[in-house]
């Protein structure tokens, strides 16, 4: 065998097994877990490393899935971890603020605490930032998150946030929410009717139905009717 098509060979060997990203390896991401709140400062420095643009896509850029699963899992089992990273919705870098909110979504987190981080991000300038706090919202069923999404209703003008917002409210039972997607299904904007159809589809309940199937009898854009 030529030297080739030996290395040629293994280079297909190491791509059909799926290595873990981003070089850190799986006993150091257990240490790290095991390492707990107290560990984190040590962990939130690489956030600013990975493209979250690219995660939101669903593809997995490098440490992306090692960071999101060590803050994760740390931030559910450890409720002192989740000022640790919440904090750094206040930094000026936007990157940062990114991986936190985005790390923060995918560990569902359901701690009332997070209504005051999440306060600071649903008026951060990045629609993306308010785009995820807003879907954060929805695992925040008390007085303090149903006032905060009631808040976004009031101010916000983009209508994929004010969507989540009203879905929230509308799935924690508060009437303020169903009026506000009926109001948003009726809107002139094709993107305001695919946002209140999407968070429709989350509402339980016979009048959600009856709201879904009245706009699909009314709707005529086809991007509204995929949703």
Known sequence: MNIRRAAGLVLALALAVPAWSGG????EVDRRIQAGAAGLPSVLPLISQVDWEEVQRGRHPDMADELIEIVAT???RDKGGIPVVAALLRSKNSVERRGAIEILRQSEIRDDRMVAYLDQAIKDPDVTLRLQAA???QFQD???GDGLCQGVLATETDPRVK????G???RHGKPQGMGALK???RDASWEARHAAALALKDVPGAESRAEIEAAIRAESSPSVLSA
């Open 24 to 27: 850190m390896s799986r006993q």
């Open 163 to 166: 969507a989540l917002a009203a």
């Open 74 to 76: 740390v931030s559910r």
């Open 168 to 170: 929230a409210l509308a």
């Open 142 to 144: 008390s007085p303090k």
């Open 135 to 137: 879907q954060l919202l």
């Open 183 to 185: 109001t948003l299904l």
